[in-house]
């Protein structure tokens, strides 16, 4: 019963995740990213380790919803790249600032503004 349940909450979560990925991306999600983002780098700047793993740890989760807008859309290979490319930064911070190594982490981050603006660059239409 307890396996069923599970199963089924699975389930729902994965419906939600392709239910949010057809259509438009959510407008939501990118300000969340942008708000994040700016906090990160506020965040790796200070050397706040807590809070730049949380807005680290945030955008890999957000990037895992816009990887998953851009798989289930189709035809936008370069877009799922960036998206891959933007989750693995963000790991790559969070390892970063777990060694205490602010100075990769911020060129990690400048990297991560840089995949943004690449993406936006062919896919973002205003
Ligand atoms: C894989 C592609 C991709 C990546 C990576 C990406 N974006 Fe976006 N972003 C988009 C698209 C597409 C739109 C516009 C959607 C549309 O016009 O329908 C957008 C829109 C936005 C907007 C405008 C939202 C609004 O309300 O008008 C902001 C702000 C934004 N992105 C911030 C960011 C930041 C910050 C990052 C990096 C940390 C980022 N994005 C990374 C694809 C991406």
Not at 33 to 51: P, Y
């Amino acid at each position: 019963m307890r396996k069923l349940l599970i199963v089924i909450g699975v389930l729902m979560v994965f419906m939600g995740v392709v239910r949010a990925a057809d259509g438009e991306l959510d407008m939501d999600l990118m300000q969340t990213i942008e708000d994040t983002n700016k906090s990160l780098a506020s965040n790796i700047a200070m050397q706040n380790a807590a809070g730049s793993t949380a807005d680290a740890r945030e955008l890999h989760t957000l990037f895992v919803q816009v990887e998953a807008h851009f798989v289930a859309k189709g035809d936008a290979p370069d877009a799922v790249d960036l998206s891959r490319k933007s989750k693995d930064l963000a790991e790559a911070i969070v390892k970063s600032v777990g060694d205490k190594n602010f100075e990769a982490a911020s060129n990690s981050a400048t990297d991560l503004s840089r995949a943004c603006r690449t993406c936006h660059t062919f896919y973002k239409k205003s």
